[in-house]
């Protein structure tokens, strides 16, 4: 079970619930991945809310070996989530939000369509 306090949260990838979390290791790659050069331009990168598949791919995959699952990209890349596509942005939002302490980031992409109001 994801302990808040430690930056973790749980997803369900692939039919079976996974605790993900960014830890300074998995911060330090996701760094070099994106070429930040700081936490602060990290931070700064996810903050347009705009995420490609691979960035989503990347994103959760340090979060999957963070916490000490040994999943690799490509396998990652094969499970499925409730809600399609839309889990996967919402994993990541919720898994950044966890680690920069921040609330949960508005994702401004054709993967994230606002819910109907009043239906």
Same mark, same amino acid.
């Given at each position: 079970?994801?302990?808040?306090?430690?930056?973790?949260?749980?997803?369900?990838?692939?039919?079976?619930?996974?605790?993900?979390?960014?830890?300074?290791?998995?911060?330090?790659?996701?760094?070099?991945?994106?070429?930040?050069? +700081?936490?602060?331009?990290?931070?700064?990168?996810?903050?347009?809310?705009?995420?490609?598949?691979? +960035?989503?791919?990347?994103?959760?995959?340090?979060?999957?070996?963070?916490?000490?699952?040994?999943?690799? +990209?490509?396998?990652?890349?094969?499970?499925?989530?409730?809600?399609?596509?839309?889990?996967?942005?919402?994993?990541?939002?919720?898994?950044?939000?966890?680690?920069?302490?921040?609330?949960?980031?508005?994702?401004?992409?054709?993967?994230?369509?606002?819910?109907?109001?009043?239906?």
């Amino acid at each position: 079970m994801a302990n808040m306090h430690r930056g973790e949260i749980d997803a369900e990838l692939g039919g079976r619930t996974y605790t993900l979390c960014l830890t300074l290791g998995a911060l330090a790659d996701l760094e070099a991945a994106f070429g930040a050069g +700081d936490l602060v331009a990290l931070a700064k990168r996810f903050e347009d809310g705009r995420l490609s598949a691979r +960035d989503l791919i990347i994103i959760i995959g340090r979060g999957l070996r963070g916490a000490g699952h040994p999943v690799s +990209d490509d396998e990652l890349a094969a499970l499925t989530v409730p809600g399609g596509l839309q889990g996967y942005v919402r994993i990541a939002a919720q898994l950044l939000a966890a680690t920069f302490g921040a609330p949960t980031p508005e994702l401004n992409s054709a993967a994230n369509p606002r819910e109907p109001q009043g239906v």
